[in-house]
């Protein structure tokens, strides 16, 4: 049974466009060209941050968004930033009993702004929170210490391979892949998958049928 569903926060529940076209601003260089580089830089399956470093080597994500900060220009993101099945399908599940979780690999100001989003969770918590980042099991470990479930009866949702599906799947956790953003649509075709992923979707909508089918065939 699934007890617990804990979801991913960039291309899961946040749209990050206009994220990274403020970090393209912030380089210096178009957001297209920017786009492009990042794209080519998850296709061959390096960390993302290494976008940033063809632009300008030596770049230090943490002490640049310091540098942002300071001149009045901090990372953020809004209601508008949030995608429209998210308050939908995150009250359904709620609504089904089920406990409802927000964890990813965010900042401790992000951590803030999906506090004062007053989403409908249970539990939002940040990488910065834990001092553990995905992929590290670490993270997971303090998924399942959080959630009221067993790791088996935990769903966590995500749209990466890398950071959310096989490291969840490792920890014990199902998982549901959902297919959006860069990583979502680049590595759909990954035989990981199909084989690793507990589900896939398209979109946070089928969710609370995708559990209750689940549910109904563990039963």
């Known amino acids: 049974m699934i007890r617990a569903v804990v979801f991913d926060v960039g ?12 970090w393209a601003d912030w380089l210096g260089v178009p957001r297209h060209t920017f786009a492009a580089v990042f794209g080519a830089v998850i296709a061959q399956g390096r960390d993302y941050r290494e976008t940033f470093q063809v632009f300008r080597p030596g770049f230090d994500l943490t002490a640049e968004r310091e540098r942002r900060a300071q001149a009045g220009k901090p990372e953020w993101f809004g209601e508008d930033d949030l995608y429209p099945d998210v308050r939908p399908a995150l009250s359904a599940l709620r609504e089904a009993g089920l406990w409802v979780g927000i964890a990813g690999n965010q900042t401790v100001r992000a951590g803030g702004l999906l506090r004062g989003l007053d989403l409908p969770a249970d539990l939002i918590a940040t990488s910065d929170d834990w001092g553990a980042s995905k992929p590290d099991i670490a993270f997971f470990e303090h998924v399942i210490e959080a959630a009221p479930a067993a790791p088996g009866e935990i769903l966590y949702v995500g749209d990466r391979l890398d950071n959310d599906i096989r490291p969840a799947a490792r920890a014990g956790m199902l998982t549901a892949l959902i297919r959006r953003g860069p990583w979502g ?17 398209d979109s946070l909508a089928e969710l609370p049928d995708v559990v209750a089918k689940l549910n109904a065939e563990g039963r």
């Not at 649509?185 to 979707?201: K, M």
């Open 11 to 22: 291309e899961c529940l946040v749209d990050e466009t206009r994220e990274y076209g403020t």
């Open 185 to 201: 649509t680049i590595q759909q075709n990954d035989p990981d998958a199909a084989a690793v992923a507990t589900v896939r979707i």
